[in-house]
């Protein structure tokens, strides 16, 4: 079974930046893709970003779009979430989930299999 554990999580300024890891146990990911999800306090969960199994096809939600970047490590077992610019309405929860398939389709939740237990991100004005 694979477990996914994120980290990097803390409080941060708005304007700064945190690098987010989701490292992978127990069996490899490498042929799936995987992608970062958030809930914020009140808030239903939303996804963030998605990237295929290879690195080549990634999405992003509109809202953080030209902010973050998602990325892997395959020979690490490791997905990447670099956060910059950061906003106060990037305060939330963030989980990292592998997807049942190779290429993502988005926003759907529906194909994801394996989540995380989640990092806690603040950013404070």
């Known amino acids: 079974q694979v477990q996914l554990l994120e980290s990097g999580g803390g ?17 490899t990911v490498s042929r799936y893709a995987m992608g970062w999800f958030r809930r914020a306090p009140g808030k239903e969960r939303e996804f963030v970003s998605a990237l ?8 992003y939600a509109d809202s953080v ?6 990325s892997r490590d395959n020979g690490k077992n490791t997905l990447i979430l670099q956060m910059t ?9 963030y989980y990292c989930a592998k997807d049942s398939r190779a290429f993502s389709s988005g926003q759907s939740e529906d194909f994801y299999d394996v989540w995380g237990q989640g990092t806690q991100v603040t950013v404070s004005s």
Do not use: H, Y
């Open 11 to 27: 409080l941060v300024q708005a304007g700064g930046s945190l690098r987010l890891s989701c490292a992978a146990s127990g069996r």
């Open 52 to 59: 295929s199994w290879n690195g080549q096809s990634s999405f």
């Open 65 to 70: 779009k030209g902010r973050f970047t998602i």
């Open 85 to 93: 610019s950061l906003k106060t309405e990037d305060t939330a929860v």
